[in-house]
């Protein structure tokens, strides 16, 4: 039977959080087209501070950039959901 060494836990773990958190960057990319520029840079400023701070962790810590990159995908979530639709003309 094969056996599941730590590290390779440690690696899928960084490869699910980085593809979380380059996820949640295209999509707060995407909604510059949509939602009002603070949102957009406020979201940018979450997941600029969210990413580094979860990298630096990643040595003590592996389940850090998995849990940011859900963070801020929940986030944005949260507001684009809070933008109001306009009515039309």
Known sequence: MDEHTPEAYRTLFGLIGAGLQATALLLIGASALVAPGWVVGTLLVVWVVTTVGSWRGFGERS???????????????????????????
Do not use: C, D, E, N
Not at 66 to 77: E, H, I, Q
């Open 63 to 89: 389940w850090l950039p998995t849990a940011s990159g859900t963070l801020v995908l929940v986030l944005w979530m949260v507001a684009i959901a809070g933008i109001p639709r306009s009515t039309g003309p």
